[in-house]
């Protein structure tokens, strides 16, 4: 059976044009053109996937993800960015989006993409690794050598083997996940299954019965009896990201059944036994939001007996490299493509820029340049997002200079203004250059300026970031 999919997209064309691509290559498609349209239409439909514009007329991207949760929890979403919009799409995958795709879209970026969301049977959380992957599972990440990665691996290596609680602290995309699974697989429940489940996409009504499960009739919809999460990683471990998002009543059930170790299923009487190793994430702190009054102070130091903060990607500069240099030999490998490797211009953007999808945005930017570069090629700054390439630092001192130089000095404002002038430019020149797959012959024709112009142009933008 092809898989369906539903595109959400306010730009006909664009929702034509996918729709269109994805049919050829056997999927079934319907198009929606508003998110309010775009949800009526998930209601009737029983579709596999869910392609939407993070920008919608009537709603944007959280909302909609929002919304379709609430009717299935476990949809499966990917979400088309303008690259404006990079650091809301970040959010969006804290949200329970499987991954964004900025524009301008690359077909062949959506397929692959697509492919990997539903071979994976996409199912709101991340299911336990089945066992032949595990044995993957060393050469699956990249392990640093930089002093940060040290310090991260051997607290790691010092919690692995007990029991303890753990609590990861870190920005999106820092590969908190990762650092629980790796914690998993040397403890000594590593044969028994791993669950993730992010806490963020858990709907109020919800909650309950996706972490206790829950029996026949316990609620409207209610239709059979199901296991919940602390069900299905008995024996193992069970990894609550973004747990500041639980109600206080969920939490007082969690810190029930850390200190009985069993627990009820929803509208059940049976009491369970539960041995699980409880792993969590958060990306604020814990122990502030206790202050708040947002979190169980008890059940925060139940869960407390060990933390760990994984450094954001801009403060291990000396690992984009090796990282960058990793994903590209695994995205390589995925869509089987040689490529050379980076050019010293992209390495240099790399550096400038602050990543604030941390390790996801790298690899995002790695894997889109893969797919942009021909075989056999160099990644080049052509293939990056504007974003990257025109990220101009904040100089550290910005923030302590004296007001009354930068007021008084004349070059610091005719120096931005040329730089949005550049970056405008730049931009228009993008545009055009991807929409011809980067022949900078036919790019040159459009933009009505010689071929050497262009160069210049590039070459000069290079030269000022
Ligand atoms: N050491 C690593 N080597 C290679 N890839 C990594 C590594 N750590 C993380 N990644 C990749 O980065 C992406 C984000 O990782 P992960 O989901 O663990 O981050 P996270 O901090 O849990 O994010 P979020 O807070 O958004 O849930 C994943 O695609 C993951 O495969």
Same mark, same amino acid.
């Given at each position: 059976?092809?898989?369906?999919?539903?595109?959400?997209?306010?730009?006909?064309?664009?929702?034509?044009?996918?729709?269109?691509?994805?049919?050829?290559?056997?999927?079934?498609?319907?198009?929606?053109?508003?998110?309010?349209?775009?949800?009526?239409?998930?209601?009737?439909?029983d579709f596999d996937a869910v392609i939407a514009d993070y920008r919608l007329g009537d709603m944007d991207g959280i909302q909609l993800i929002r919304?379709?949760?609430?009717?299935?929890?476990?949809?499966?979403?990917?979400?088309?960015?303008?690259?404006?919009?990079?650091?809301?799409?970040?959010?969006?995958?804290?949200?329970?989006?499987?991954?964004?795709?900025?524009?301008?879209?690359?077909?062949?970026?959506?397929?692959?993409?697509?492919?990997?969301?539903?071979?994976?049977?996409?199912?709101?959380?991340?299911?336990?690794?089945p066992q032949n992957e595990a044995i993957l599972f060393e050469q699956d990440y990249y392990i640093g050598t930089s002093d940060a990665t040290a310090?991260?691996?051997?607290?790691?290596?010092?919690?692995?083997?007990?029991?303890? *609680?753990?609590? !990861?602290? #870190?920005?999106?995309?820092? @590969?908190?996940?990762?650092? &629980?699974? $790796?914690?998993?697989?040397?403890? /000594?429940?590593?044969?028994?299954?791993?669950?993730?489940?992010?806490?963020?996409?858990? *709907?109020?009504? !919800?909650? #309950?019965?996706?972490?206790? @499960?829950?029996?026949?009739? &316990?609620? $409207?919809?209610?239709?059979?009896? /199901?296991?919940?999460?602390?069900?299905?990683?008995?024996?193992?471990?069970?990894?609550?990201?973004?747990?500041?998002?639980?109600?206080?009543?969920?939490?007082?059930?969690?810190?029930?059944?850390?200190?009985?170790?069993?627990? /009820?299923?929803?509208?059940?009487?049976?009491?369970?036994?539960?041995?699980?190793?409880?792993?969590?994430?958060?990306?604020?702190?814990?122990?502030?939001?206790?202050?708040?009054?947002?979190?169980?102070?008890?059940?925060?130091?139940?869960?407390?007996?060990?933390?760990?903060?994984?450094?954001?990607?801009?403060?291990?500069?000396?690992?984009?490299?090796?990282?960058?240099?990793?994903?590209?030999?695994?995205?390589?490998?995925?869509?089987?493509?040689?490529?050379?490797?980076?050019?010293?211009?992209?390495?240099?953007?790399?550096?400038?820029?602050?990543?604030?999808?941390?390790?996801?945005?790298?690899?995002?930017?790695?894997?889109?340049?893969?797919?942009?570069?021909?075989?056999?090629?160099?990644?080049?700054?052509?293939?990056?997002?504007?974003?990257?390439?025109?990220?101009?630092?904040?100089?550290?001192?910005?923030?302590?200079?004296?007001?009354?130089?930068?007021?008084?000095?004349?070059?610091?404002?005719?120096?931005?203004?040329?730089?949005?002038?550049?970056?405008?430019?730049?931009?228009?020149?993008?545009?055009?250059?991807?929409?011809?797959?980067?022949?900078?012959?036919?790019?040159?024709?459009?933009?009505?300026?010689?071929?050497?112009?262009?160069?210049?142009?590039?070459?000069?933008?290079?030269?000022?970031?």
């Amino acid at each position: 059976m092809p898989n369906k999919l539903l595109i959400i997209d306010d730009d006909v064309d664009l929702c034509h044009l996918l729709s269109r691509y994805l049919f050829k290559k056997g999927y079934v498609t319907e198009t929606a053109f508003s998110g309010n349209k775009g949800i009526a239409k998930y209601k009737t439909g029983d579709f596999d996937a869910v392609i939407a514009d993070y920008r919608l007329g009537d709603m944007d991207g959280i909302q909609l993800i929002r919304e379709l949760k609430q009717i299935n929890s476990k949809v499966a979403i990917l979400i088309i960015t303008g690259y404006s919009d990079i650091r809301p799409a970040i959010e969006v995958t804290r949200l329970g989006a499987f991954d964004y795709i900025p524009k301008p879209l690359v077909p062949e970026e959506v397929l692959e993409i697509l492919k990997k969301m539903l071979n994976r049977e996409y199912s709101g959380e991340q299911a336990a690794l089945p066992q032949n992957e595990a044995i993957l599972f060393e050469q699956d990440y990249y392990i640093g050598t930089s002093d940060a990665t040290a310090d991260l691996y051997q607290q790691v290596n010092v919690v692995a083997p007990t029991n303890y *609680s753990v609590v !990861l602290y #870190g920005e999106s995309g820092t @590969g908190k996940e990762v650092i &629980a699974r $790796t914690i998993h697989q040397n403890s /000594k429940r590593s044969k028994q299954p791993f669950v993730a489940i992010d806490c963020g996409t858990l *709907s109020r009504e !919800l909650a #309950g019965s996706e972490l206790f @499960g829950h029996v026949k009739g &316990a609620f $409207t919809g209610a239709l059979q009896d /199901k296991e919940g999460h602390f069900e299905m990683a008995n024996g193992g471990t069970l990894f609550l990201d973004e747990i500041a998002n639980l109600s206080s009543d969920i939490q007082a059930i969690l810190l029930r059944i850390i200190q009985e170790r069993k627990f /009820k299923r929803v509208g059940g009487n049976r009491e369970i036994g539960s041995d699980v190793r409880i792993i969590v994430a958060s990306n604020e702190n814990l122990k502030a939001a206790c202050q708040k009054g947002k979190f169980r102070e008890d059940l925060y130091h139940r869960l407390n007996e060990f933390a760990i903060h994984l450094p954001a990607l801009r403060d291990r500069p000396d690992e984009i490299r090796p990282l960058a240099t990793f994903f590209l030999k695994k995205c390589c490998e995925e869509s089987e493509k040689k490529i050379n490797g980076f050019s010293e211009h992209v390495f240099a953007a790399f550096q400038r820029y602050d990543w604030p999808g941390n390790l996801r945005e790298l690899r995002n930017a790695v894997r889109r340049a893969v797919l942009l570069t021909p075989p056999g090629g160099t990644i080049t700054e052509e293939t990056l997002l504007p974003e990257i390439i025109t990220h101009t630092p904040v100089p550290d001192n910005v923030l302590t200079q004296d007001p009354a130089p930068m007021a008084s000095a004349v070059s610091p404002t005719q120096d931005l203004l040329k730089d949005v002038a550049g970056r405008a430019e730049y931009q228009a020149i993008m545009n055009v250059l991807q929409r011809v797959n980067f022949n900078k012959k036919k790019a040159a024709e459009m933009l009505n300026i010689d071929r050497k112009t262009l160069y210049n142009k590039l070459k000069q933008f290079q030269g000022v970031n």
